[in-house]
């Protein structure tokens, strides 16, 4: 499992430089959000979530997204109860829809989350969502609600949702 995510991350970063050498410039875009993350396992809790972004729109309207992002949930009954710090970085693809009046967009990718806890460890995972950019009257500035599921292999909070609002760049 762990060569799995060693590879994703290797393959992520490493197209990273081939970003570098486009000309005549990728329209990009920069955003921040924050919001409520709930894990569906019995026992736990909802948390405060934090994600920044990075989306790099290299075939119009469809390009990649990277995001980092944070979250705490609570996890357990009684005295088994322990606060997961998770700390994720994923990769994937994101497809807005321009000649919509909303703007609306979906996202699908793969991460690697890496919890703190009683069980302690590194998974890989998969994150897929959508929301919506509205503008907010400033020249390049959007304010995104998006909902995002987030499903992690192994002895974790498996499945949760992330009902996030951020602030984003227009990707330009």
């Not at 705490?72 to 009684?78: K, L, R």
């Not at 959508?130 to 609600?145: I, M, Q």
Request: net charge positive.
């Amino acid at each position: 499992m762990r060569m799995i995510a060693i590879i994703t991350l290797v393959a992520a970063l490493g197209a990273m430089p081939a970003v570098a050498q486009v000309r005549g410039g990728v329209p990009v875009s920069f955003g921040a959000d924050v919001g409520l993350f709930a894990p569906f396992e019995s026992g736990s809790s909802s948390s405060f979530t934090a994600r920044a972004t990075a989306d790099l729109y290299w075939w119009s309207p469809t390009g990649m997204r990277f995001a980092l992002g944070f979250t705490n949930p609570e996890i357990g009954d009684g005295p088994f109860k322990d606060r997961f710090n998770t700390v994720y970085l994923s990769a994937g693809l994101i497809r807005s829809v321009r000649g919509a009046r909303l703007h609306p967009y979906g996202h699908a990718g793969v991460g690697i989350y890496h919890l703190s806890g009683d069980r302690s460890g590194t998974q890989l995972g998969l994150a897929f969502g959508g929301g919506v950019e509205l503008a907010v009257g400033w020249r390049n500035v959007l304010l995104t609600p998006e909902l995002t599921a987030h499903l992690v292999s192994g002895d974790s909070p498996r499945f949760s949702l992330a009902l996030t609002v951020g602030l984003h760049t227009k990707p330009e």
